[in-house]
C-alpha cells in the first residue's frame, strides 16, 4: 500500500513538473521590454536551461515568438518568422513586412493587440484573433494579406485599403467593426470573405467591397450608415441577415449574382438596391 502511495505522489508531481519543463524549447524568444522587432536589445532567448539576453533577433529558423504583457514590439523593417503569440496586454505594430512561415499550429496567434498601420502582413501561415485579441487596421496606407486570416475576436478596421494577390480567406467568427470609409479588395484581389459572425459599418461614407472572391455570409450585417457597396467581379451568397439601421447596401457588380437563401433576412430601415449583376431571392 505504501508503494502504490509513494507511486502515486511520484505520478502527480511528474504531472505537474513535466509541462512547466517543456513549456519552452531551446531558442525559443519573447520580449524583455518594448522596442523595434529588429534590435536584439528587445528580445530574451532560451539556451535550453534559462532566458538569456539575446544576440540577435528571432527569424524564421528559431523557436515559437512571445510578445509579453505591457511590451509594444514594432516591425519597422523587414522580417520573418513563425509561431507568434502576443499575449494579452502585449501590443504587435506592423509598419513594414512580416512574413510567416508555416510551422506547427497557429503561426500569428494573437491574444492582446495588433496594429496594422502599413505593408504586408503573412505567407504560408496562417493567423487567428483569439477571444479578446483586436486586429486593428489603422492609417490611409495600404495594406497586403498573404495568409489566411480567422477572427474569433475583433477585428477594427479605420482606414486604408486591405488586398491580397494570393487566393486566402478572411473568416469572422466574431465582431468586425468598420468605421471608415475604406476598400476591401480591388484590382487583382483573390480575397475570399466568410462571415460567420457580426460585422457593423459606422461609417458614414462609402465602404468598397471588391474581394474577387466570393463573400458568403452567414451572419449578421448592421448597416449602421453610409453605403456598402459591392463591386468588381463578385458573388455573394447571404444565408445570414442584413439589417438596414439607416445605412445602405448596393450590389454594383461587373459580373457575378446575389443569391439570398431561404431562412435568411432582409430589412430594416435603408435602402437594398441591386444596380447591376442578377438577383436571386429563394425565399417563402
Given at each position: 500500500m505504501g508503494n502504490l502511495l509513494r507511486a502515486g505522489i511520484l505520478f502527480l508531481f511528474l504531472s505537474i513538473l513535466l509541462p512547466q519543463l517543456h513549456a519552452q524549447q531551446l531558442n525559443d524568444y519573447r520580449s524583455s521590454t518594448s522596442g523595434n522587432w529588429a534590435s536584439a536589445s528587445t528580445w530574451e532567448r532560451f539556451d535550453g536551461a534559462d532566458w538569456v539576453t539575446a544576440t540577435a533577433a528571432p527569424t524564421s529558423f528559431d523557436g515559437a515568438i512571445t510578445i509579453q504583457n505591457t511590451h509594444t514590439v514594432t516591425v519597422?523593417?523587414?522580417?520573418?518568422?513563425?509561431?507568434?503569440?502576443?499575449?494579452?496586454?502585449?501590443?504587435?505594430?506592423?509598419?513594414?513586412?512580416?512574413?510567416l512561415s508555416d510551422g506547427a499550429g497557429t503561426d500569428l496567434l494573437i491574444q492582446g493587440n495588433f496594429?496594422?498601420?502599413?505593408g504586408t502582413l503573412g505567407g504560408v501561415g496562417t493567423i487567428e484573433v483569439a477571444n479578446g485579441g483586436v486586429f486593428s487596421l489603422l492609417t490611409t496606407s495600404t495594406k497586403?494579406?498573404?495568409?489566411?486570416?480567422?477572427?474569433n475576436g475583433t477585428i477594427d478596421w479605420q482606414d486604408g485599403?486591405?488586398?491580397?494577390?494570393?487566393?486566402?480567406?478572411?473568416?469572422?467568427?466574431?465582431?468586425?467593426?468598420?468605421?471608415?470609409n475604406n476598400t476591401l479588395g480591388g484590382a487583382g484581389s483573390q480575397l475570399s470573405v466568410v462571415?460567420?459572425?457580426?460585422?457593423?459599418?459606422?461609417?458614414?461614407?462609402?465602404?468598397?467591397?471588391?474581394?474577387?472572391g466570393p463573400f458568403s455570409n452567414n451572419g449578421t450585417l448592421n448597416f449602421n450608415a453610409g453605403i456598402f457597396r459591392v463591386s468588381g467581379n463578385n458573388s455573394w451568397v447571404n444565408a445570414g441577415?442584413?439589417?438596414?439601421?439607416?445605412?445602405?447596401?448596393?450590389f454594383a457588380?461587373?459580373?457575378?449574382?446575389?443569391?439570398n437563401f431561404a431562412g435568411s433576412a432582409i430589412?430594416?430601415?435603408g435602402t437594398f438596391k441591386i444596380n447591376s449583376g442578377t438577383l436571386e431571392l429563394n425565399s417563402n
Open positions: 519597422a523593417a523587414t522580417a520573418s518568422a513563425d509561431q507568434i503569440t502576443v499575449e494579452s496586454g502585449g501590443i504587435l505594430a506592423l509598419s513594414s513586412t512580416l512574413s496594429n496594422w498601420n502599413s497586403t494579406i498573404r495568409s489566411t486570416l480567422t477572427n485599403i486591405l488586398n491580397s494577390s494570393v487566393a486566402i480567406q478572411l473568416i469572422n467568427n466574431q465582431t468586425f467593426n468598420i468605421s471608415g462571415n460567420n459572425g457580426t460585422i457593423n459599418k459606422t461609417s458614414t461614407g462609402i465602404t468598397e467591397c471588391s474581394p474577387g441577415n442584413l439589417n438596414h439601421d439607416g445605412g445602405s447596401f448596393e457588380v461587373s459580373s457575378g449574382s446575389f443569391f430589412g430594416g430601415t
